[in-house]
């Protein structure tokens, strides 16, 4: 089974709206991290955001925010006001507790391109 | 500051040829990892090590071996490299705290022919 699902693989958005990028996991650890990545084309790896599983305030860095709920086992990331700058590949990332190792595990991505 | 270090950035080989990627953190991590990005299908988790001299399997380790002697090195090897590995192999690295994100090196694009 996946770990980690996105299920858009492009989107686009108006330059100053909102946009939410839908990102599933899956796990059966109770203590494990989620973190939102940022792939620009020249290919590095930007870290967004991050959710711990036990905080129960959805977390929030700047424009980007994350919609945390816990019993669907999702973690969206919204971003507000967007840029053309914000245009990019955006991974979903899950790290796993201790017991697993710590691992992180990725989702397939979602495009996201900015139109003027 | 160097962060997380991969060499080489670029390279392509030959069917069957060998090839050691070379990473390297000096931030004291304890936990390493390689993955490949193919299109469509995000990053996969080739190898990864819980601390200095010990490796374990992640999702696709089929053709790839590892080893971390030092606790700063993460070396990825192909022994007999195939069409099927062309593809861009970042390492990340983290420490033991569970809300640290993992720090990526600036990839290895390989093309096997």
């Known amino acids: 089974a996946q770990k980690i699902t996105q299920t858009q693989p492009g989107m686009f958005v108006q330059e100053k709206e909102a946009v939410t990028l839908d990102c599933t996991y899956d796990?059966?650890?109770?203590?494990?991290?989620l973190f939102w990545y940022k792939q620009p084309s020249s290919g590095e790896m930007i870290f967004l955001i991050y959710?711990?599983?036990?905080?129960?305030q959805n977390a929030t860095e700047g424009r980007y925010s994350l919609n945390f709920q816990k019993a669907r086992k999702s973690a969206n990331l919204v971003i507000s006001a967007s840029q053309l700058g914000d245009s990019a590949m955006y991974f979903c990332?899950?790290?796993?507790?201790?017991?697993?190792?710590?691992?992180?595990?990725f989702g397939s991505g979602t495009k996201l391109n900015v139109k003027p | 500051n160097a962060g997380v270090t991969q060499t080489p950035k670029f390279r392509v080989l030959k069917t069957g040829q060998s090839m050691t990627l070379l990473c390297a953190q000096d931030?004291?991590?304890?936990?390493m990892y390689w993955y490949r990005q193919d299109p469509g299908m995000g990053l996969r988790l080739i190898h990864y090590?819980?601390?200095?001299?010990?490796?374990a399997k992640g999702e696709v380790p089929d053709g790839y071996n590892v080893s971390r002697l030092k606790k700063q090195n993460f070396l990825l090897g192909l022994e007999s490299a195939a069409p099927s590995q062309t593809s861009v192999y970042f390492c990340?690295?983290?420490?033991?705290?569970?809300?640290?994100?993992?720090?990526f090196g600036q990839g290895t694009r390989l093309t096997v022919v």
């Open positions: 990340a690295s983290t420490s033991a705290i569970l809300n640290t994100e993992a720090f």
């Open positions: 090590s819980v601390g200095e001299g010990t490796t």
């Open positions: 931030m004291n991590h304890e936990y």
């Open positions: 796990t059966s650890d109770q203590s494990y991290g």
């Open positions: 990332a899950m790290r796993e507790g201790p017991y697993n190792f710590n691992k992180f595990y």
């Open positions: 959710q711990g599983s036990y905080d129960e």
